[in-house]
């Protein structure tokens, strides 16, 4: 995921703030009695409005929080540009009802999307409301680059320094993760947010306005493993997607295509590997007769 030139940054003083999760009255029940009165804290999701050259292309619904580094993941997992260089200016508007982030990109960019317009109404978690044609659901995936094989020790790794910097699902219980590491299990970044699809074009996001080079790392995610999280996983290049939970038959398939290691059912040191187990260095099986 080559970068062409530094991504736009958006000043800090000028980025609009909204709280990433607020306070709510409730009711504790303990053992099916009354636990009293309480107070908890729920995970912020707003409207997030996507405009591009003025052309507003889509809406979802995602935690206000890295909305730059949102807003680049998903232009570029999306395929609407190339590289963070496609991005000539970003700036967040906040509104009312939500936040309006405006990208103004390369015209050649401008010009495919036109060509291809999505108008996704979106919900939490789902990446595909508005596709107009089945060509747009599963797009062509870039082959993974062949490199070394990752130490499952290290992905494992990856997972429990993820869980630790979930700050905001720690609060709320209601945000997923996405995390990428190198080869070697050293944790670069980690982005939350309620939605699953969110947090990974975050993180890609991040990656880019870093000038990180996300081939042949790690990707791990809280969630399980739809074929979207695949996708945009190829996408990036890294050797790896490890996933909480399972992976889908056609998320599986995916990996396979793309070359890409997709591991599931991440639990202590257990795991199931689904697809490119050839990329993972796992112990052997003890021998019974040298016990």
Not at 21 to 41: E, I, M, N
Not at 160 to 169: A, D, I, K, P, V
Request: hydrophobic fraction near 45%; include cysteine; glycine fraction near 8%.
């Amino acid at each position: 995921m080559a970068t062409t030139r530094p991504a736009p940054q958006t000043d800090a003083l000028d980025a609009p703030e909204r709280p990433v999760h607020v306070p709510a009255p409730v009711l504790r029940v303990r053992d099916g009695r009354h636990a009293g009165a309480d107070q908890d804290s729920l995970a912020e999701e707003t409207p997030i409005a996507l405009e591009y050259n003025g052309v507003s292309h889509a809406t979802l619904l995602a935690t206000p929080a890295d909305l730059e580094d949102f807003a680049l993941g998903f232009s570029l997992t999306e395929g609407i540009v190339e590289s963070a260089g496609d991005v000539r200016d970003l700036a967040l508007r906040v509104e009312p009802q939500g936040i309006v982030v405006e990208l103004e990109i390369a015209s050649a960019c401008f010009a495919r999307l036109k060509d291809r317009r999505r108008a996704m109404a979106g919900r939490t978690g789902c990446g595909l409301c508005g596709v107009e044609t089945l060509s747009e659901v599963v797009r062509p995936l870039r082959p993974v680059p062949q490199g070394p094989a990752v130490r499952l020790s290290a992905i494992l790794a990856v997972q429990r320094q993820m869980r630790e910097r979930q700050s905001l699902h720690e609060r709320t219980g209601a945000t997923h993760a996405a995390a990428w590491a190198d080869a070697q299990g050293r944790l670069a970044s980690v982005r939350e947010d309620v939605g699953r699809h969110n947090a990974l074009d975050k993180l890609v996001g991040a990656l880019a306005r870093a000038g990180r080079d996300p081939r042949q790392g790690i990707v791990v995610v809280s969630s399980r493993a739809s074929f979207e999280m695949v996708q945009k996983t190829a996408y990036t290049g890294a050797a790896v997607l490890a996933a909480v939970s399972a992976p889908t038959a056609l998320a599986a398939r995916l990996a396979h295509e793309a070359g890409l290691a997709l591991l599931g059912f991440m639990r202590g040191q257990d795991c199931t590997v689904y697809a490119g187990a050839g990329r993972i260095l796992i112990d052997p099986i003890p021998d019974p007769a040298t016990d």
